[in-house]
């Protein structure tokens, strides 16, 4: 286990869901919306803002009504918060772009069983204040968010040969189909995870050698 | 072993039911708010449609086909209805209809336009479908096949009952007769689909439009006067 930091400031709470515990490089959870919905950067980028959102609330709500829920029936309780929120951004996003809620398509309902919002609500909203829990949602969202366009650009470029629907190629580029592809997902993801994990090890690494050397 | 302690029920369900109740109405006023613009969108997405699949139109009329196979300028909506485009004469230049079938992923719903003078299908919309992103869905956008709908030939036989030849999906660059539909490689069975639903429907439709040519137009000019 990982030594907590004596002091934890509410930035902290954001910040930690972008890097050090990102739900996606790190965390590796709601693996379903992530290989599923990440073939283009902009289905990327709407489904993680969509995700977002809903952790925001369910936190903001769960944590505020921690007091008041009976252990015994926390999960249905956090399920029904969920699906609320869930069906609230779907009925957004299809008031905002018809075409947007037809590219996500069933992916949106199917942020209810994304087991990352349960997983705050249960292991943080429920234990924590309001404003840290408003906070962590908003960092994990966002990380969520960032991961989710790391992926969709890396495929939507070598798949489609664009970038938010714009052609990057010359006409003669024959796109790597196999990339917009479930398979092309668990690629992807598997090249990320390669580099965030090397990252992580070289700077744990560096921080053991800076600890030595100032002992 | 212990006995199970025994849990007061009535916080658990003042939790449940209070938490339900403040769920279904939040969900209540988003959906009341969020309808009328859904509703908007929608229409206007169709009316974009029927305007894409009949380039020649510029006022359309939505007809309800009755029980007894005649159409009448629809007043509440119905099940079975088309819709007729006019050009500025009021002449009436072609009929959009909507179809649906299975595609590969999802049921695909798309609105054609049907030209009588031509005996042609003039334009395709797709309105809703699942199809895989980026190959699936080229249906909708690779301009190839979709230079197939620009006048796919959709004639009746001697009977009129009939479309003299069935409309089919040929694979890429196999394309010899004007009723065949250029397919799209990597997206088979996508291509197909839409093939399978203009056959299936034109089939129905073009029949019972070119019967009742007279309604249509007739129906144009009621509302004209």
Redesign the interface.
Known sequence: MRPEPQTTMPTDEFIKGLWRENPVFVQVLGMCPVLAVS??AI?ALAMGLATTFVMLMSNLLVST?RN???K??RI??YI??I??FV??VD??I??I??ELH??L??FISLIVVNCLILGRAEAFASKHRVVDSVLDGLGMGVGFTLALLCLGAVREVL??GALFGVALFPAGFEPW?VM??PSGGFFTLAAWLLVINYVQQRSAAARERAGELSR | MNAPHAVPSWPMYRTLVGIGMLCGLLIAIVFQGTRPVIERNRAAALERAVFAVLPAATRRETFALTAEGSFVVETEATGRRVHAGFDADGRLVGVAIEAAGMGYADTITLLYGYAPAAEAIVGIRVLTSKETPGLGDKIETDPAFLDNFIALDASLDASGTALRNRIVTVKRGQKTAPWQIDGITGATISSQAVGEILATSAAHWVPLITGQLEDLTAGATDDAT
């Open positions: 073939n283009t289905n009504l008041h829920i009976p015994q029936v249905a309780t029904l918060i699906a609320t069906t609230i009925y957004m299809e008031a772009s018809l037809k590219s398509g069933a798949g489609d189909i917009i592809l």
